[in-house]
């Protein structure tokens, strides 16, 4: 059975282009295309499209409004094709299963197929869609958690931590090794992850983080850090009930009310285990 797929854009040159391209897939099948935004949504109510391809900036109706405005039980695969790479984030939290960049790369988009047929093929991992979808992040020029990575993760019904955080830079992937990670920082829209005397940026959020991190070992110590507590040397207080935390590598990171009294009861916890 084909993959049927909607092809949404403003712009008839796009349309085209995709449906060209989708003419080297054999299982996929082009079953409409619409202009804007509202067609958009009684053209998949009707049709029932496995996967849609959908613009973001579109006069009237944005493509993130279109995805707000579908019931859940009737959203298809959702992959956002747009100009503006600075949606990559809202794409991702809006249930898109992937983001595509005009002008689309080939391999680039060959790579958005192979995860369409996944998403299609295994219905129990596209009925557990947001909860990927939160740990999903692409963007250029940074690293991103790594999507076959987290979906075999999401994938199994029983959470746990990562023994790697796996990010994709381009066409290369690192497995960098949890236990290697000295603290985990925001920088804007990014993360820095310290590692090994590394600093590697990638697009994530701390939620996504934690999730992959042991909760044991990772704690969040402010709103935009979280601590390997094994890389913590010693504690020091300061004003208004907070701490600075200094780290074996001589780093000092503050750690805000908020956080203390959890901070230190694990600490507190795996010194007596030590003993």
């Known amino acids: 059975m084909k ?6 854009d403003d712009e008839p040159l796009a349309r085209r282009g995709l449906a060209l391209r989708l003419t080297v897939a054999p299982d996929f099948e082009v079953v409409g295309e619409c202009a804007n935004g ?21 006069p009237g ?32 939290t809006s249930h898109a299963l992937d983001y595509l960049l ?27 869609h947001e909860q990927l979808l939160r740990l999903l992040a692409d963007v250029s020029g ?14 199994d019904p029983m959470p746990r931590s990562s023994a790697f955080i796996t990010i994709r830079t381009g066409r290369d992937v690192l497995r960098i090794p949890s236990a290697e990670i000295d603290w985990i920082d925001a920088a804007g829209d990014y993360m820095c992850l310290h590692a090994a005397g590394e600093t590697h940026i990638l697009r994530a959020t701390m939620k996504q983080l934690e999730a992959e991190l042991d909760p044991e070992v990772f ?46 009861l694990l600490l507190q916890r795996r010194s007596r285990a030590a003993t």
Do not use: C, W
Request: hydrophobic residues 45%; charged residues 30%.
């Open 3 to 8: 993959i049927r797929a909607l092809l949404v």
């Open 38 to 58: 509202r067609d958009a949504i009684e053209r998949i109510g009707a049709l029932v499209p496995d996967v849609v391809f959908l613009d973001i900036q579109m």
């Open 61 to 92: 109706m944005t493509g993130l409004e279109v995805v707000s405005r579908l019931p859940q039980d009737q959203l298809p695969v959702v992959v956002f094709v747009t100009a503006y790479d600075r949606y990559a984030v809202q794409a991702f």
């Open 102 to 128: 005009k002008p689309v790369d080939d391999e680039r988009f060959l790579q958005a197929l192979k995860r369409i047929r996944g998403a299609v093929q295994d219905r129990d991992a596209l009925g557990r």
């Open 142 to 155: 940074a690293g991103e958690l790594d999507p076959d990575a987290l979906l075999a993760r999401v994938a």
């Open 219 to 264: 704690q969040r110590i402010h709103r935009s850090a979280i601590v390997n507590l094994n890389r913590i040397r010693k504690l020091r207080p300061h004003a208004n009930g907070e701490y600075f935390l200094t780290l074996v590598g001589g780093q000092q990171l503050k750690l805000s009310r908020t956080h203390k009294d959890k901070v230190e």
